[in-house]
């Protein structure tokens, strides 16, 4: 258990909504990831954070922001929801000293209509 | 592009028998892993080999990674049931900042009882 939580777990939003999922993480870790999966693409990251108010994008940026106001939270906005951005998010840490081994939390559901 | 790409897609095989899934990545790399993902549930991390280190094993698990055809793969002996999911590699390249992994698409592995 790396005491990571996702909220919400599931979520149907409309498009053209915001849309805010959180991840909240026990550890104190510096590394938090946000992560999308879809068939046929794996993951592809979307943001990361390497510290406090210290996040950079990844390559599925567009669309997406995000904010770290403090450690053991990372929330990722999608500024106005569309159809392509129906996907199962994955909030991830890294531990130090472990290679980059990245612990995952459980997933949001998230259907944009 | 997926920096790893696992092959095969989907692979079903008999329980007791092993399980041999690829992987194909493009850049320099300071260590590869492998994850585990059972259906609806968050990647779980199985195994990390370092650049410098040609096999690794844990458990019924053997991986094996060639630097200079920049493959990889994971062995699953004396398989079962349970070991029925989604098995992903990722990479930690050389030529990426951030303590990042890029994941591939997968191989759906199912155990037949």
């Known amino acids: 258990d790396a005491g990571i939580t996702q909220s919400p777990r599931h979520k149907v939003t409309e498009t053209g909504t915001p849309v805010t999922l959180r991840c909240h993480q026990t550890?104190?870790?510096?590394?938090m990831y946000w992560y999308r999966q879809d068939p046929g693409h794996g993951l592809r990251l979307i943001h990361y954070?390497?510290?406090?108010?210290?996040?950079d994008k990844g390559e599925v940026s567009d669309g997406y922001s995000v904010s770290r106001s403090k450690t053991e939270d990372f929330l990722l906005t999608l500024e106005s929801a569309t159809s392509s951005q129906t996907s199962v998010y994955f909030c991830?840490?890294?531990?130090?000293?472990?290679?980059?081994?990245?612990?995952f939390g459980e997933g949001s559901w998230l259907t944009v209509v | 592009s997926q920096q790893g790409e696992e092959d095969p897609q989907a692979l079903s095989i008999q329980e007791g028998e092993n399980a041999t899934m690829n992987c194909s990545y493009k850049?320099?790399?300071?260590?590869l892993q492998w994850y585990r993902q059972n259906s609806g549930r968050g990647l779980v991390h199985l195994i990390l080999?370092?650049?410098?280190?040609r096999e690794k094993h844990s458990g019924r698990l053997r991986v094996t990674l060639d630097t200079s055809k920049k493959s990889s793969s994971l062995l699953i002996t004396a398989s079962r049931a349970a070991d029925t999911a989604s098995y992903f590699c990722?990479?930690?390249?050389?030529?990426?900042?951030?303590?990042?992994?890029?994941f591939g698409e997968g191989t759906q592995l199912t155990v037949n009882p």
């Open positions: 550890e104190n870790h510096r590394y």
């Open positions: 990722a990479t930690d390249s050389l030529e990426t900042s951030g303590s990042r992994l890029t």
């Open positions: 991830a840490i890294a531990r130090p000293g472990s290679g980059n081994t990245i612990y």
């Open positions: 080999i370092r650049s410098n280190e």
């Open positions: 850049t320099s790399i300071n260590n």
């Open positions: 954070s390497y510290g406090v108010k210290d996040t």
